[in-house]
């Protein structure tokens, strides 16, 4: 019997973390098609509305029932505006790890968003779903990435030598894919003991309260 994450929302003071639905299509098809998304991650360009509607009624369905893992809308939680995804994928049920992803769109950047829906998915996988591991990788040239990854306190592991594919921008407008490295970072349960609290005293918000 496969193992599957619950289908389920974490909320925060500022967010609320929820699975996709056909109302959130319109606003992921704008910011997949955002340029640092196309830079640093393989979502196929340009992205249609039509590739939103199969992620959302479709693939990450697929991923949550197959056991593979498990995407959450992140939205504020005034406003209930997308503002990014959270992806958790290349589950393994049996060591109990996964790896976390995330993407904040180009409207919602610079609030500490990033750090918040990361913190609160991990803190729920190491924590509820008792997982021992959560793994990140961001690509070498990716900064912004690696400061989600240590505000949350993440371990730098190591280099992954030429693992990561990211795009660049031709003259003509096109995208040209550019070898690089992946640094791997890690999570631990023991890992995210205070986590929460620096991360508020550097973002100015509080950390998850609970899970519906």
Not at 73 to 84: D, K, S
Not at 122 to 134: A, I, N, P, Y
Request: net charge negative; hydrophobic share 40%.
């Amino acid at each position: 019997m496969t193992s599957t994450f619950p289908n389920i929302s974490i909320s925060t003071d500022r967010l609320v973390l929820r699975p996709l639905d056909e109302d959130d299509i319109p606003a992921l098809a704008e910011m997949m098609n955002d340029e640092q998304v196309a830079a640093w991650t393989d979502v196929p360009q340009p992205f249609t509305e039509d590739a939103a509607h199969n992620w959302v009624t479709e693939y990450a369905p697929a991923e949550r029932t197959s056991g593979r893992g498990l995407d959450f809308a992140v939205t504020e939680f005034l406003t209930q505006r997308l503002v990014g995804l959270v992806q958790l994928t290349r589950t393994d049920w049996h060591i109990r790890s996964t790896e976390l992803s995330y993407i904040i769109a180009p409207w919602a950047r610079g609030e500490g968003y990033a750090s918040e829906a990361a913190l609160a998915t991990s803190q729920w996988v190491l924590g509820d779903q008792k997982f021992e591991r959560v793994e990140l990788r961001t690509a070498a040239d990716n900064t912004a990435s690696q400061q989600v990854a240590q505000k949350i306190g993440c371990i730098s592991e190591g280099v992954l030598r030429g693992a990561c594919i990211a795009h660049v921008r031709t003259e003509d407008g096109t995208w040209t894919d550019v070898r690089t490295d992946f640094i791997v970072w890690s999570l631990l349960p023991e890992d995210l003991e205070g986590a929460g609290e620096e991360l508020a005293d550097n973002s100015g918000f509080t950390s998850y309260t609970d899970w519906n």
